[in-house]
């Protein structure tokens, strides 16, 4: 009998990421099934992108437990985690690479037990660039959330079209959706631009968009126009921001109604009248509360930029045309596919998992083995580097010398671990771009 026959849910997420550690914990809290409690332990996985507890407080998303991990002392919390302590639902909030590497290991950790928990995986947002890459990485999980209606039909045919087992695939919605829809312009009319780390990703592209965004300040003194940050210098999201703005608008010279701003997006979106973005997710969030919303398509509308994934939209629009006083209006087709839900139905959006979730929770005899579609006989010269980077053999074995394989981290050792990850952090944030430029001379 599963936990949750007798007591609150018990569910692990595993995040790589504050964007991912809010998509895993949000998602655990809306695939739950009925009314039941839920007991939830967060683990963020050791690297680049580990968010700063400043990062975590931004995202808003409380939990029972959370610590920092590595990948193989998650699986050996995951083969610990019996009786008592077992987990009946795991989320897999990481990169493709991160979930195959996972899947493996697990599989290797559960492969003796009659029970084992429902184990759930997906996408944070857009899915616009490797598609086939990222999904066949997750194959092998219970369930591989789709984040629309669009999405579930391309993730089906990317399966069935390599004779994997599609039945994974499970449509959602995105789980950050919700809040007061916009119900008028407020005083200060407020635009703000959602900024990206990594898009776009050149000096003189970002260096465009800061000048665009500091002249619509300056043609509209009575408009508040505040450039939306995701990190501040130092601290890392899922991509790298090598460019950050805030160094770049230090050699600008903004009028008093440009602000920089930090904070969830969410309760920035109760006072926002115009979102523009060059393709964040922060796109949907302000589609599904009916804030006008524009998709830049300055630089072009480009899959480098994920602009393209706007196209039909209704939203495309450039600085010229908003500086002119330009409003777009969005299709409601388009909307509707792309799981927003803004004329209702988004508390439904999340009952398929439910119910599958329930049934798996209760399936006689407990959940056949994991079964991705990458093995060592299906992708020989693939598998075995996926797997190396999170220092697991083929087989999901620790390789000799793995970080913390045999036994759990001292204090002298934590202490050492974060010394190493704060200079990787400063060599990847800071040395790392200047070597690259001094290449480009």
């Known amino acids: 009998m599963p936990a949750s026959a007798t007591k609150a849910l018990r569910v692990a997420v595993l995040a790589d990421s504050d964007t991912r550690w809010k998509w895993g914990a949000l998602t655990a809290t809306r695939v739950r099934p009925g009314d039941t409690e839920i007991h939830l332990d967060g683990y963020l996985l050791r690297g680049r992108a580990t968010p700063t507890a400043r990062q975590l407080r931004e995202v808003g998303v409380d939990a029972d437990s959370l610590r920092e991990v590595t990948a193989v002392e998650f699986l050996r919390a995951m083969e610990g985690a019996r009786d008592e302590e077992a987990y009946d639902v795991l989320v897999l909030a990481l990169v493709g690479g991160g979930v195959q590497a996972m899947l493996h290991g697990l599989g290797r950790v559960w492969q003796d037990r009659a029970e084992r928990p429902v ?59 919700g809040g007061a829809a916009h119900a008028g312009e407020h005083d200060p ?5 959602a900024a990206q780390p990594s898009v776009p990703d050149s000096r003189k592209d970002r260096t465009y968009l800061l000048d665009r965004l500091i002249r619509h300040a300056r043609l509209h003194p009575e408009r508040e126009v505040l450039l939306k940050l995701r990190s501040k210098p130092g601290e890392h999201t899922t991509h790298i921001e090598e460019l950050p703005y805030q160094k770049l608008v230090q050699r600008a010279d903004p009028p008093p109604n440009f602000r920089l701003v930090y904070g969830h997006m969410g309760e920035l979106l109760d006072r926002t009248d115009l979102l523009v973005t060059i393709s964040s997710t922060a796109a949907l969030e302000s589609l599904h509360r009916r804030i006008p919303t524009v998709v830049l398509t300055d630089l072009g509308v480009r899959e480098a930029l994920g602009n393209h994934h706007f196209v039909g939209s209704g939203c495309l629009a450039s600085w ?33 998992a439910r119910k599958r979730i329930a049934a798996l929770l209760v399936r006689p005899g407990g959940l056949p083995p994991l079964a991705p579609y990458y093995t060592p006989v299906t992708a020989p010269g693939y598998l075995p580097g996926i797997l190396a980077r999170h220092h697991l053999a083929p ?39 200047v070597i690259r430029r001094m290449g480009e001379l």
């Open 119 to 177: 184990v759930v995986t997906g996408y944070v947002g857009v899915v616009y660039e490797k598609l086939a890459d990222g999904l066949l990485l997750r194959h092998g999980a219970d369930l591989v959330l789709a984040n629309s209606r669009q999405d579930a039909d391309r993730f089906r045919s990317v399966y069935e079209g390599v004779g994997a087992d599609a039945s994974a695939v499970t449509e959602v919605a995105l789980p950050f959706l």
């Open 189 to 193: 009319y407020t635009v703000v631009f």
């Open 320 to 352: 010229d045309q908003l500086d002119a006083g330009h409003r777009p209006a969005p299709d409601p087709e388009w909307v509707a596919r792309q799981g927003v839900a803004a004329d209702g139905g988004y508390e439904t959006a999340f009952d398929e």
């Open 395 to 433: 087989d999901g074995t620790p390789l000799p010398g793995a970080p913390a394989a045999d036994r759990a981290p001292g204090p002298v050792r934590q202490v050492v671990r974060r010394a190493a990850r704060g200079a990787y952090r400063h060599g990847v944030q800071r040395v790392a771009p």
